[in-house]
């Protein structure tokens, strides 16, 4: 029975959707493996990654349930009697232990290698005949379990009644092995180690690698997922396998979920481009009009070239012109970037607040017109022009 304190671990992330996940997932345990990173990793960063690939992992097989809020153990946390991480999915609280399978000196290797790939020998010339690579990581991981359940006998994770365990496997015989021997064994060699040690085990264990999760490896309902083009993974990756996954026709096999996301994303983007520079036209507008002592060359460039990246933003998708856009809309926008710009104004320059106008002093067509440029004004007109 967990004895649950009333005081959890910190909260790392909170993933309210699936349609919110790689938002809010972020950076958090990214790109830290050691074939990506020269030099030595932190336990942190090392059970960050891996808690990372397995939430990964969890949501492309459908298994992750949400709205899930992951707590992070501090040192004092696991003093007592907390696992390295904590999943809250409503009133349920799930533990995640994190354990190693491999030798320091392979992953030492592995980084070296990185570094110099052409200069560093594989660690072991004996050969490896037959199986012998699936038989060293399958002795490898059960060591990795080995370490955990000793830990797990001795309720070291009390405070939750139900607690997994993730197997990150850098191995030399992982590197070699052939994965789906090794994953069909799995079952029978932590079934033959349950049977041999006596020891409660974890409710499920997953097996982490920088390529491939392998979930419940050794229950009924066994998954081999591979992550390493993930969305939330490897973008540059997702994307080239996505762009020759749809000139195949393969739609049934595309991420329609993060596809959408990311035509969304660049449409906001044009967006935020096309406000960005209006932002900065109505700036440079203003100092022209309201310093005209000050009047140079560069702030006519700029106005000049704000006003054409915005025609060409409206070019190419119409829908953005301001000038095509129901009134409203559009005053909405002026209105807005008005405010910031009038704000940044006032910052670049030694006006004071009552000479530039709270309201746009100036007219959509005339923002966008290339042939229009103010006259010099000594303060904020009364009526703005509609």
């Given at each position: ?349 030694r006006l004071s607040a009552d000479q530039v106008p709270v309201v746009c002093p100036f007219t959509l067509e005339q923002i966008l017109d290339e042939d229009f440029w103010p006259e010099p004004s000594a303060g904020p007109e009364t009526d703005p022009p509609s």
């Amino acid at each position: 029975m967990a004895e649950t304190s009333l005081e959890k671990p910190p909260v790392r992330l909170w993933i309210e959707t699936r349609d919110s996940f790689a938002d809010e997932l972020a950076d958090f345990g990214e790109a830290v493996t050691a074939s990506r990173r020269g030099h030595d990793r932190s336990p942190a960063e090392k059970e960050a990654y891996c808690l990372r690939a397995y939430l990964v992992a969890a949501r492309l097989a459908g298994t992750l349930v949400f709205p899930v809020i992951v707590h992070a153990s501090e040192q004092r946390d696991q003093q007592a009697g907390w696992p390295d991480f904590v999943l809250e999915t409503g009133n349920t609280l799930r533990g995640v232990e994190i354990s190693e399978a491999g030798s320091p000196d392979f992953q030492k290797w592995v980084t070296k290698a990185h570094d110099e790939p052409r200069a560093v020998p594989f660690p072991d010339d004996r050969g490896h005949q037959g199986d012998r690579p699936e038989r060293m990581a399958l002795d490898d991981i059960v060591k990795g379990v080995e370490k955990k359940q000793q830990e797990l006998a001795k309720q070291s994770y009390r405070q939750v009644a139900d607690c997994e365990l993730l197997v990150y496997v850098m191995s030399e015989g992982w590197v070699l092995a052939d994965k789906e021997k090794v994953a069909n064994r799995l079952q029978t060699e932590l079934g033959r180690f349950i049977d041999d040690t006596n020891l409660l085990l974890f409710r499920h264990i997953h097996i982490v690698s920088d390529s491939l999760v392998i979930l419940d490896a050794g229950g009924p309902e066994q998954r081999a997922v591979r992550t390493e083009k993930a969305y939330e993974m490897d973008y540059s990756d997702w994307a080239l396998e996505q762009a020759a996954l749809a000139r195949d026709e393969k739609v049934n096999r595309l991420d329609l979920w993060n596809i959408a996301g990311e035509l969304e994303a660049l449409s906001k983007k044009d967006r935020r481009s096309r406000d960005s520079h209006l932002r900065n036209l109505l700036m440079h507008l203003l100092k022209y009009a309201y310093q005209p002592e000050k009047r140079s060359g560069s702030w006519k460039t700029s106005i000049r070239n704000a006003r054409t990246e915005i025609w060409k933003i409206s070019n190419d998708s119409p829908s953005l012109s301001l000038l095509k856009q129901r009134s409203e809309d559009a005053l909405g926008v002026l209105s807005w970037e008005y405010d910031r710009a009038r704000q940044n104004c006032l910052d670049e320059t030694r006006l004071s607040a009552d000479q530039v106008p709270v309201v746009c002093p100036f007219t959509l067509e005339q923002i966008l017109d290339e042939d229009f440029w103010p006259e010099p004004s000594a303060g904020p007109e009364t009526d703005p022009p509609s």
